[in-house]
């Protein structure tokens, strides 16, 4: 069955840096698009970045362009979120996606992780 496991979640002072890494298992992983969403309590699930099956044409949303990095690595499986300058804002839980249409909602996404929890303090 088709499996992505996110890591590297933790608290970090604001400032701070982080990288998040997902897994994936039970897909054609080159074939898909990746993306990071992150939902914050009382907020809806919101796209951070995604990028296209080979790697190229990475997006992100605005307010964390300048400050995060997505990339992937087909060979291992793995998508990777580099988040830098972190904010307390930034505090959510991010999720792994995985999907075939280069999008920025959620429910056009086919696979998802469980999630890991960043928190950023002041």
């Known amino acids: 069955q088709v499996q992505l496991v996110e890591s590297g979640g933790g608290l970090v002072q604001a400032g701070g840096s982080l990288r998040l890494s997902c897994t994936a298992s039970?897909?054609?992983?080159?074939?898909?698009?990746m993306a990071w969403f992150r939902q914050a309590p009382g907020k809806e699930r919101e796209l951070v970045a995604r990028?296209?099956?080979?790697?190229?044409?990475?997006y992100y949303a605005d307010s964390v362009k300048g400050r995060f990095t997505i990339s992937r690595d087909n060979a291992k499986n793995m998508v990777y979120l580099q988040m830098n300058s972190l904010k307390p804002e930034d505090t959510a839980v991010y999720y792994c996606?995985?999907?075939?249409?280069?999008?920025?909602?959620?429910?056009?996404?086919?696979?998802w992780g469980q999630g890991t929890q960043v928190t950023v303090s002041s």
């Open positions: 996606a995985g999907g075939t249409r280069p999008s920025s909602i959620s429910r056009d996404y086919n696979y």
């Open positions: 990028i296209s099956a080979s790697g190229m044409l990475p």
């Open positions: 039970g897909i054609t992983f080159s074939s898909y698009r």
